[in-house]
Each structure stands twice: as C-alpha cells, then as structure tokens.
C-alpha cells in the first residue's frame, strides 16, 4: 500500500483553507477537509489515479458538488510514496 505524505506547502494550504470556510461555515469547513482527505487516502491504493502533467506530476481532482479541490503530487514508484505538494481550490488560478 502506498505511503502519502503532506509537504510543508500542502499542509499549510490546508489549514489556510479551513482558515477561510471556518469564518464562513464551521461545518462546511470540517465536511471540506475531510472530503481533501478522504481523497488523498485514495492515493494508498491508487497512486497513478490522478491525471499526468509535466515533470513527472500528477493532479488529483477532488470533486465535492460544483467546484471542489486540486491535490499536485508526485509519486516516486521505488518507494512507493506520493508526495503532496499543493492543494488549491479549483478555481484559483494557478499553483503556487
């Protein structure tokens, strides 16, 4: 089973998100994270599941309704870890 863990980036783009939903709606911000979460731990199982980008990258698509989240992360194959590097709500721009 694959191991994932959270770069300092990601975690920090995590609590900045709950940051955010928990001043509009403390109970949307704990269902957001969980949903974030639920989704990484699918990478145990499924670590190619997210779509391919440049530079040995994948993306993982979070749906939650109509919008939803992005996970970038690369999976090293020989240690058989995804690393997080970024989760970003659909539609910010750009990563960062």
């Given amino acids: 089973m694959t191991c ?4 300092p980036e990601a975690a920090d783009d995590l ?3 709950a940051d955010f939903l928990l001043k509009a709606d ?3 911000a704990i269902e957001t994270i969980d949903l974030i979460l639920d989704a990484l731990m699918v990478l145990e199982r ?3 599941m997210g779509r ?4 040995g990258l994948r993306e993982l698509i ?5 919008s939803g989240g992005l996970a970038l992360y690369s ?3 020989g240690a058989d870890m995804a690393l997080i590097l970024v989760v ?5 721009q750009d990563y960062h």
């Fill in 4 to 7: 994932w863990l959270l770069a």
């Fill in 15 to 17: 609590e900045r998100l």
């Fill in 26 to 28: 403390a109970e949307c």
């Fill in 46 to 48: 499924h670590p190619r």
């Fill in 52 to 55: 391919p980008l440049p530079q």
């Fill in 62 to 66: 979070i749906s939650r309704g109509q």
């Fill in 75 to 77: 999976y090293d194959e």
């Fill in 88 to 92: 970003r709500h659909q539609r910010e």
